[in-house]
């Protein structure tokens, strides 16, 4: 897979983050994202993962295969994503919907991983 960034701008509440950004990361290939507090970082990394749209610029990602794009590009955060009021089950099917694709039923899943005791409880 290839990801080519072409003159992004991210504007948050009306304010400009950042403008102007082209990058290009090959198979095998990893940046790393620095700045200040403010600076954009994760406002680029939830662009890169869908979960923001920018301002302007272009977004592609070539040869990903088979694969749809959520489940090509990921962002994992200082936080776990998991909603602490749902049980395991309803999380993973949380996620399942997020993702489009549903190869593996939240049971199964659980079971794979050993965790199957889990499937009902409250993450929190």
Known sequence: MRLTVDA???????????????????????ITVTGRNGA???????ILS???RPDSG????????????????????????????LTAAENLAFAQSLLGTKRLSPRAAL???GLAHALD???A
Do not use: N
């Open 8 to 30: 992004l701008c991210c504007r948050r509440s009306g304010r400009k983050i950042f403008s102007g950004l082209t990058f290009a990361i090959g198979p095998g290939e990893a």
């Open 40 to 46: 954009g970082k994760s406002s680029l990394l939830a």
């Open 50 to 52: 869908g979960r923001l």
């Open 58 to 85: 272009r977004l592609t990602v070539h040869d990903m295969g088979e694969a749809a794009l959520p489940e090509c590009l990921h962002a994992v955060g200082h936080r776990d994503g998991l909603k602490s009021s």
């Open 111 to 113: 079971d794979r991983l």
């Open 121 to 123: 409880l409250p993450v």
